[in-house]
C-alpha cells in the first residue's frame, strides 16, 4: 500500500498566465456575437430559429457525450479514465448554462416545431399524436431533460470535488450510485430529448434508433473535444504526471471503435428505411439527397466513416497525440456538418444555403461556454487528485 502510494502524483492546478490574452478575447467575442445574433435574430427570426437550434444543439451533444464518459467511467470502475475525468465534468457542469442560452428558442419555437401552430381540431395526423404532441407536455418534457442532465452533471462533480478535500471513498459510491441510476434514466430521456427536439422538427417523420443515432454522436465528438483539450494542456506542462504515451492508444481505440458504431448506427437507419420505402420514413433522406444537400452528405459518409477509418487503422500512428489530434479535430468538424444537415435542410429545402447566423450563433454559445470553462478551469485540480484509482491511471498500461 505504501508503495501505491509513492505513486500517486501531487496535485496540480491550472495557472492562468497560460490563457493570457485569450480568456479577454474569448469574453469579448462571447459579448459581441450575443448582442450580433440579438440583431440579426430581430430582422429575421425565421432563420435565428433554426441556426440557434443547430448552434445549441451541436453543443449539446457535446455537453451530454462528455456526461456519458463520467458516466462510464463510475459504472465500470474505470481507473485508466481519471486523469481526464475532472476535465469531463468542467465540461458536462457547462449543462446548465447552455440551458439558460437556449431559452430564446422558447420565443420562436413555432418556427422550428410547425406542429405547435396547427391545431389538433383541424388536422387529423396531429389529433393522432395530440397525446404526445401538445405544447405544454413538450416544455415539460424539455425541463426534466435538461434539469436530469445538469443535475447529475452537477452532483457527480460536486462529490469529486469532495473527495478531493477529505479523500473519502464514499463519495466513489455515492457516484457509482448516481451513474447507475443515469445509465437507465438518462439513456430514455437522451432518445425522448432527440425526438421531441431534432425528430420533432419534421413531426410527421420517424426512426427508431434516432436516439442511438444521436447518442452516437455526442460520446465520438465528447471524446474528440477531451482529445483536444488533453493534448492542449500536456503541450502547455500539464497532466503529464496522469496522462501517459498508452493512453493515446486508448484514446485511438475508442476514436475507432466509437467511429465505426457511429457508422454502423447510420447505415442501418439508412438501410431499413431505403428497404421499406415507407414515405414517412424516406422524407427525411430524400430531402438530405437531393440539390446540393447530396453533395454535403457524399462529404459526411466519407468525411465522418472513411477518412478516421483508414486513419486509425493501423496501431502505429496512434502512439501519437498530435495525430491523435488532427483526427479528433476533424472527426468534430465532420459531428458538426451531420448537425448541420440534420436540421437545417428543414428551413432550406430546396438546397443548401448557408447564412451568417449560422456561424454567429457558434460563436456565440461556443465562445460563451469556452470562456466559463476557462474560468473554473483553475478552480480545482485538474485531476481528482484523491480518487483511489489515481495510482493506477498515473502508472496505465495499455
Request: charged residues 10%; hydrophobic residues 55%; contains cysteine.
Amino acid at each position: 500500500m505504501s508503495a501505491e502510494h509513492k505513486l500517486l502524483p501531487d496535485p496540480e492546478t491550472f495557472d492562468y498566465k497560460h490563457v493570457g490574452g485569450r480568456f479577454v478575447g474569448l469574453c469579448v467575442t462571447a459579448l459581441v456575437t450575443l448582442l450580433l445574433s440579438l440583431i440579426l435574430g430581430l430582422a429575421n427570426p425565421h432563420q435565428f430559429a433554426f441556426s440557434w437550434m443547430f448552434a445549441g444543439c451541436f453543443f449539446f451533444t457535446i455537453l451530454i457525450g462528455s456526461l456519458f464518459w463520467i458516466i462510464v467511467h463510475h459504472t465500470v470502475d474505470a481507473a485508466w479514465s481519471v486523469g481526464i475525468r475532472r476535465q469531463l465534468e468542467n465540461i458536462s457542469c457547462l449543462l446548465p448554462l447552455l440551458t439558460l442560452l437556449l431559452v430564446p428558442l422558447l420565443f420562436v419555437a413555432s418556427d422550428l416545431w410547425t406542429w405547435m401552430a396547427l391545431s389538433s381540431s383541424t388536422n387529423h395526423e396531429l389529433a393522432e399524436k395530440s397525446a404526445f404532441l401538445n405544447v405544454n407536455f413538450f416544455w415539460v418534457r424539455t425541463a426534466f431533460y435538461f434539469l436530469l442532465f445538469g443535475a447529475g452533471a452537477l452532483l457527480l462533480r460536486r462529490n469529486s470535488l469532495a473527495q478531493d478535500k477529505d479523500g473519502e471513498a464514499i463519495h466513489t459510491i455515492r457516484n457509482r450510485r448516481v451513474a447507475f441510476f443515469l445509465v437507465p434514466v438518462g439513456a430514455i430521456a437522451l432518445t425522448f430529448w432527440s425526438i421531441d427536439w431534432i425528430m420533432g422538427l419534421n413531426w410527421k417523420w420517424n426512426s427508431t434508433i434516432w436516439g442511438i443515432y444521436i447518442f452516437a454522436g455526442s460520446v465520438l465528438s465528447a471524446l474528440c473535444v477531451i482529445i483536444l483539450l488533453s493534448n492542449a494542456l500536456r503541450s502547455a506542462g500539464y497532466l503529464k504526471r496522469v496522462l501517459t504515451a498508452e493512453h493515446n492508444f486508448a484514446f485511438g481505440k475508442l476514436l475507432l471503435g466509437f467511429t465505426l458504431f457511429w457508422s454502423w448506427i447510420a447505415f442501418v437507419q439508412y438501410m431499413l428505411i431505403w428497404y421499406a420505402n415507407i414515405p414517412e420514413e424516406s422524407v427525411y433522406y430524400v430531402l438530405r439527397s437531393s440539390a446540393s444537400w447530396n453533395v454535403l452528405g457524399i462529404i459526411l459518409v466519407v468525411g465522418h466513416f472513411l477518412v478516421p477509418f483508414v486513419l486509425l487503422l493501423f496501431r502505429g500512428p496512434k502512439a501519437s497525440s498530435g495525430f491523435l489530434g488532427l483526427v479528433a479535430g476533424w472527426i468534430l468538424c465532420m459531428h458538426l456538418l451531420d448537425v448541420y444537415t440534420m436540421i437545417l435542410p428543414v428551413l432550406h429545402p430546396e438546397g443548401f444555403q448557408p447564412a451568417v447566423l449560422d456561424v454567429v450563433a457558434l460563436l456565440a454559445i461556443g465562445c460563451t461556454l469556452s470562456a466559463f470553462f476557462l474560468k473554473r478551469l483553475g478552480d480545482s485540480p485538474l485531476w481528482p487528485s484523491r480518487d483511489p484509482r489515481l495510482a493506477e491511471a498515473a502508472n496505465y498500461i495499455d
